[in-house]
């Protein structure tokens, strides 16, 4: 089977630097995990953003803090969800001084919208369209688009103006030997919101769909795209 994002960059997946086909290439079928360990250069916040992004803890959606060489783990692990959806994680922590912030996502692709949909935080109330791209750098990047909120029977698709537009591109170095990534979070008016900047090392096991941690998955699933 083709992982999500295979069939979302169709020919396009070939033009990925070999390293990053591997970990944006497996599906639940091969039951294997990309595991990555590394530091982050740099985390930085708007302060004007510190209220929104403290509301995100809760629900383990970005946070209010920022730092230097900030060591981070990020988990991948592919599923089919209890929909039958074929689902990827994205489990990011980051270990401060004195607290370690998570950020959760979950990834599936979407034959309704013929795209990635990305949940995020624990409770996929928020779903978010994916745009992917091959870069001329064998690196792959990741916008986010459209985003709609869903808890209970409320839903509504957010305004452009009061979203957060995502970039993250994300490369191999062969010159370092090393994964890189950048994240860009930008407000349309108000201009950046929250951005990070490292590199790390993975390697992948595996796993049975009933042994991924209890803290990767999310604590319940959306069935609205």
């Not at 169709?10 to 990555?36: C, M, T, V, W, Y």
């Not at 920022?66 to 689902?87: M, S």
């Not at 390697?203 to 609205?224: G, Q, T, W």
Request: hydrophobic content about 35%; aromatic content about 14%.
């Amino acid at each position: 089977m083709a992982s999500i994002y295979q069939q979302v960059l169709g020919n396009d997946f070939q033009k990925l630097h070999p390293r990053i086909q591997e970990r944006f290439g497996f599906s639940s079928e091969d039951r294997i995990a990309s595991i990555g360990q590394g530091m982050m250069e740099r985390i930085w916040y708007s302060k004007w953003a510190a209220l929104p992004l403290y509301i995100g803890t809760f629900r383990n959606i970005m946070f209010p803090q920022g730092g230097e060489r900030v060591p981070f783990t990020i988990g991948n692990y592919a599923y089919l969800d209890t929909f039958g959806r074929e689902t990827v994680t994205w489990s990011r922590k980051f270990k401060f001084p004195k607290a370690i912030r998570k950020f959760d996502a979950t990834m599936i692709y979407s034959q309704k919208r013929q795209a990635i949909v990305d949940y995020l935080g624990s409770m996929q109330h928020l779903a978010v369209d994916l745009q992917i791209s091959a870069q001329e750098n064998g690196g792959i990047r990741i916008r986010s688009g459209d985003q709609r909120f869903y808890e209970g029977r409320l839903q509504f698709r957010f305004p452009s103006p009061l979203t957060g537009i995502a970039d993250v591109c994300e490369w191999y170095d062969d010159r370092e030997s090393t994964y890189k990534i950048s994240v860009e979070v930008n407000n349309p008016l108000l201009g950046p919101i929250f951005r990070y900047q490292g590199r790390f090392q993975a390697h992948f096991m595996e796993f049975n769909a009933e042994n991924i941690p209890l803290d990767v998955k999310p604590l319940r699933e959306e069935r609205r795209e």
